[in-house]
Structure formats: structure tokens, C-alpha cells
């Protein structure tokens, strides 16, 4: 059986032998973190496939005096936190609806409540992109794709303890902003508008 160290370095030269080994070896791995952070089969198959092209050129930075199975998962882990922002920032920019487990229903015959929820969602779209990386990566994980705190921490490969005080402290710092901005909002209306 072939070594991690000797895998890596065929794949490297292009070994397609060694490089199917490698992805029958790990493929599992891979694919139970992609899984933990799409939650949906056909997402986590695509999502693996995407890893493993990345992980063909990141192989020179795996150091063979560590396990090859616990990178290959944290450069999953990397990758899919990374693709989780860029289309984040792409849904920010070209939709409205990139929040709406946060819309309450609206009844169609109320315009003012409609545009009431199109601001909620834009304020907390807001607040989550003004906290820390770590803190709303947190809240986005645990209240917006439910994932559970077991889950998070192998997908972010940090302890429970860590997970449970980055979701405190991202859901207080969310308070905070949308606090801040309501406040700023009634104040608007108080003074007629003129800011």
C-alpha cells in the first residue's frame, strides 16, 4: 500500500494511478464534509469533485510528517467555507431574497409591511456581513442552516465550547447592529426623514 507522502508526490507528477488512489482512499472524508456543509446529497457530491480539483494543486503544501486524511479534510473544510462566501457575496449582490428564513408573513394587501420585511432581511444582511468572519460564519451555520453544534465543530475543526461562544457572541453583536440601526431608523422617522 502505497504511503501518503508517496501518493502525494506521484499525484504530483501525474500519476493518474496514484491519483486515483488517493480519492478512492479519501473520497469519503471528503465528501462527509462537504455534506456537513451543504446538507444535501447532490450539493456534497458536486461540492467533493470541486475539492479534489482544488486539492491537485494544493498537494505541494501537504506536509508528509502529518496525516494526509486530516488535511485533505481541513483543505475541504477551507475550501467549502470559502465557496460559502462567495456566493454569499454574490447573493448579496444580485438578489433580495438572500435571507428568508427571517421573513415573517406578509400579507399581500399591505405594501407597508411588505417593504417593513424587505428591510428587515437588508438590516441583518447588513449586520451579518459588519461582524467578524468567525462570529457570523457562526450564526449563518447554526440559526440559518441549522446545522447542529456538533456538526459545526468538526466542520470548522475547533472544540464545542468554541462553536457555542462564537454563536453567543455573533448573535449579541447582531443584537447590537440591528439595535443601532433601528435606533438610527426611528430616528430618521422622528426627524421627517432629513439625514
Known amino acids: 500500500m502505497l504511503s501518503d507522502e508517496e501518493l502525494a508526490s506521484r499525484c ?6 496514484a ?4 480519492v ?4 469519503r472524508g471528503v465528501w462527509n464534509v462537504a455534506y456537513h456543509f451543504t446538507g444535501r446529497v447532490d450539493e456534497a457530491d458536486d461540492l467533493t469533485q470541486e475539492i479534489f480539483l482544488h486539492v491537485l494543486g494544493a498537494l505541494k503544501h501537504f506536509d508528509p510528517s502529518g496525516s494526509m486524511g486530516a488535511w485533505l479534510r481541513r483543505v475541504a473544510r477551507n475550501y467549502a467555507i470559502d ?3 462567495r456566493r454569499r457575496r454574490e447573493k448579496a449582490l ?14 399581500r394587501s399591505d405594501p407597508h409591511a411588505a417593504l417593513e420585511q424587505k428591510d428587515l432581511a437588508e438590516w441583518i444582511r447588513s449586520a451579518l456581513d459588519r461582524l467578524p468572519e468567525e462570529l457570523g460564519q457562526a450564526v449563518v451555520l447554526r440559526d440559518l442552516q441549522e446545522m447542529t453544534y456538533e456538526e459545526m465543530a468538526e466542520l470548522l475543526d475547533v472544540p464545542l465550547g468554541t462553536v457555542k461562544s462564537r454563536i453567543n457572541r455573533g448573535r449579541l453583536e447582531l443584537a447590537r447592529h440591528l439595535k443601532r440601526r433601528r435606533s438610527e431608523w426611528s ?9
Do not use: F, I
Open 187 to 195: 430616528h430618521q422617522l422622528e426627524s421627517g426623514g432629513e439625514e
Open 12 to 17: 504530483q507528477r501525474g500519476d493518474d494511478h
Open 83 to 85: 465557496q460559502y462566501r
Open 94 to 107: 444580485t438578489s433580495d431574497k438572500e435571507l428568508p428564513e427571517v421573513k415573517a408573513p406578509v400579507h
Open 24 to 27: 478512492n482512499r479519501y473520497q
Open 19 to 22: 491519483w486515483e488512489v488517493l
